[in-house]
């Protein structure tokens, strides 16, 4: 079992910057797949970033993008500290929804990585309001 603990959501204006953080149990962390999502009102839960498992390093894995965020944010992790992040900058009001963690075992292909349903371990989310 992993369970998974999203922080860092607030309230920013456009342009702004915040970083979130999903802190996860185990000892295998760095064996996992992780990825971010998010949902906003009335629309599906979409495709934010992921990192693949990075092996023995400590903070390697190959990252994916949705194109609506590629270049303003970034993912990685941190195995020492069993966490991965997500830094958002030059955030747009669209950016605005609650953002969840997720994470699976079965070293998925990057395909897999973009599809929640591959995911096996969510967080409870947090909230990113951006103001215009």
């Known amino acids: 079992q992993v369970q998974l603990v999203e922080s860092g959501g607030g309230l920013v204006q456009a342009g702004g910057s915040l970083r979130l953080s999903c802190a996860a149990s185990?000892?295998?962390?760095?064996?996992?797949?992780m990825g971010w999502f998010r949902q906003a009102p009335g629309k599906e839960r979409e495709f934010v970033a992921a990192i693949s498992w990075s092996g023995g390093s400590w903070s390697g894995g190959s990252t994916y993008y949705a194109d609506s965020v590629k270049g303003r944010f970034t993912i990685s992790r941190g195995n020492a500290k069993n966490t991965v992040y997500l830094q958002m900058n030059s955030l747009k009001p669209e950016d605005t929804a609650l953002y969840y963690c997720a994470a699976d075992y079965s070293r998925l292909g990057a395909q897999a990585m973009r599809l929640m349903a591959e995911y096996d371990y969510w967080g409870q989310g947090t909230q990113v309001t951006v103001s215009s």
């Open positions: 185990g000892r295998t962390f760095s064996s996992l797949d």
